[in-house]
C-alpha cells in the first residue's frame, strides 16, 4: 500500500510519522511526505524528528516532497493541512488518487469530509477525529505535548466494515484508531467541546480556568454547547443527552493556565479557524432554521 501524508503539521507528523516509522524498508507499504518549505528542506536532509510522550523517533519516508505529482497514485491519503487551507490542498492532491484511493482528513470541523467530496475528482472520502496536541517546535522537528492521541474514522453512510483492514494498519503502527459506524457522534462532540472554548478564550483572552471561574464566560460556554447541541439534533446527529455536562467537567480538567491553539493564534494575529468553530454554526443555523444568536454575537466580535 502506498500512503500519503499531506501536511506535516502537529497532527499529519505525528500520525503520519507514526505510520512511517513502522512500516520504513517495508516491501509491502511506502509512505510519502507532502510538505513546504523549510519543514520539507529539513525532512530531506535528516528525517522527521518525532517528539512523543512516549520517546523520540527519528523517521525517514519513502519520500519525502512538495509535489504530489512526483508521489503518483496511493492507495491512502491522509489529509492533516489547516481547515483554511483544504480547498487549496484538495485542488492540488488529485495526482495522489485513483478510483479507489481512501481520503482520510483529520482536521477540526463536521463538513471537512463534504467539502473534500465537493472538490475530488475520484477517491472515497471518510470522515476523521483526532484528540491530540502537538505542534512543529522547529523544521523536521513535530513535537507531540498531550492529548490521547486517539483517532476516530468511518464513512458517513454508517458502512464500515470495508475498512476494517485500514483501521488494522494504523493500530499495527500503534495508532489508537478506531472505525466506528457512528463518526458522525465523534465528530460533533468534538465540535461541540472545542468550538465554544476556542471561541471564548479568544474573546475575552482568558485561558480555560479564568474563563470558568467567570460567571459570565461560563454561561457562555454553556449557551454555546447548547446551541451547537440544538444544531446537531436537527441535522440528525443523536449526541448523547448529557454532552454538554459532559463537555464541562472535561474542560474542568484542563490545567488553569491552557490556551486554545484559536486563541494563540489570535493573540498573535495569524490567521484562525474562526470561520470552521463560530462560523460552521453561524452558517448551519441560518440553514437549518435554528436559533444561535450566541454564535452570532460571537461571530461578529471575532470578525471585527
Known amino acids: 500500500m502506498k500512503i500519503a501524508v499531506v501536511g506535516l503539521g502537529g497532527v499529519g507528523g505525528y500520525f503520519g510519522g507514526k505510520v512511517a516509522l513502522k512500516y520504513a524498508g517495508s516491501a509491502e507499504h511506502r509512505v510519502v511526505f507532502i510538505a513546504r518549505g523549510s519543514h520539507l528542506a529539513a525532512i530531506r536532509k535528516g528525517g522527521l524528528l518525532l517528539k512523543t510522550v512516549e520517546g523520540e523517533f527519528r523517521v525517514i519516508p519513502g519520500l519525502a516532497t512538495d509535489d ?3 508521489a503518483g497514485p496511493c492507495d491512502l491519503v491522509l489529509v492533516c493541512v489547516k481547515e483554511y487551507a483544504l480547498e487549496e490542498a484538495a485542488a492540488e492532491i488529485a495526482p495522489l488518487l485513483h478510483a479507489e484511493t481512501v481520503v482520510l482528513p ?5 463538513d471537512i469530509a463534504e467539502r473534500l467530496r465537493a472538490i475530488l475528482p475520484r477517491g472515497v472520502v471518510l470522515s476523521g477525529c483526532v484528540y491530540i496536541s502537538a505542534f512543529i517546535e522547529a523544521p523536521g522537528v513535530v513535537h507531540q505535548v498531550g492529548g490521547t492521541c486517539q483517532l476516530f474514522f468511518g464513512p458517513d453512510d454508517g458502512r464500515a466494515e470495508a475498512f476494517r483492514p485500514l483501521e488494522a494498519l494504523l493500530k499495527d503502527a500503534g495508532i489508537k484508531a478506531e472505525l466506528t459506524d457512528r463518526i458522525g457522534v465523534h465528530l460533533w462532540t468534538k465540535y461541540l467541546f472545542v468550538s465554544p472554548m476556542a471561541g471564548v478564550t479568544s474573546l475575552l483572552a482568558k485561558p480555560f480556568g479564568a474563563v470558568m471561574a ?3 464566560g461560563k454561561a457562555m460556554v454553556r449557551g454555546l454547547m447548547e446551541e451547537i447541541g440544538r444544531l ?7 449526541l448523547p443527552g448529557d454532552s454538554v455536562e459532559t463537555a464541562l467537567v472535561k474542560v474542568a480538567r484542563f490545567p488553569y493556565e491552557t490556551k486554545s491553539s484559536m486563541q494563540l493564534d489570535y493573540e498573535k494575529g495569524r490567521r484562525t479557524e474562526v470561520d470552521l468553530f463560530i462560523g460552521y454554526a ?3 443555523g441560518r440553514a437549518l432554521g435554528i436559533p444561535v444568536p450566541l454564535h452570532e454575537e460571537l461571530y461578529a466580535a471575532l470578525k471585527k
Open 68 to 70: 504530489p505529482a512526483a
Open 106 to 110: 483529520l482536521l477540526n470541523g463536521v
Open 214 to 216: 467567570d460567571e459570565k
Open 232 to 238: 446537531a439534533q436537527a441535522g440528525g446527529i443523536a
Open 282 to 284: 453561524v452558517r448551519a
